[in-house]
């Protein structure tokens, strides 16, 4: 079993920064990827990066990359999102996701069956 714990939202002004945490527990021998994912309300889910787990290869969705940065502390087995310059149209609930399999695109969330429970980012104007 695997368990991921997030946190790190909360509300911040436009132009700020927050860095979420997604802390890993249980059988991270089985992971093959985590994947960032948000999703604002009336909306379906998006992808935002991702990173396998050995921190071999990280992909972004370009509209986010330069903003958006994946980082990883192995010794503690958590995965960071780093979100600077922050704009409104950056207000979601965003997710952390892994997967232990290699096929399928990272960004597709249906390809992930184990969710973090979400942690809310409002950005203001």
């Known amino acids: 079993q695997v368990q991921l714990v997030e946190s790190g939202g909360g509300l911040v002004q436009a132009g700020g920064s927050l860095r979420l945490s997604c802390a890993v527990s249980?059988?991270?021998?089985?992971?093959?990827?985590m994947g960032w994912f948000r999703q604002a309300p009336g909306k379906e889910r998006e992808p935002v990066a991702a990173i396998r787990w050995s921190g071999s290869r990280i992909y972004y969705t370009d509209s986010l990359k330069g903003r958006f940065t994946i980082s990883s502390d192995n010794a503690n087995n958590t995965k960071y999102l780093q979100m600077n310059d922050l704009k409104p149209e950056d207000t979601a609930v965003y997710y952390c996701?892994?997967?232990?399999?290699?096929?399928?695109?990272?960004?597709?969330?249906?390809?992930?069956?184990?969710w973090g429970q979400g942690t809310q980012v409002t950005v203001s104007s």
């Open positions: 996701a892994l997967r232990s399999t290699y096929g399928g695109s990272w960004s597709e969330p249906s390809t992930y069956p184990i």
């Open positions: 249980g059988r991270t021998s089985i992971i093959y990827i």
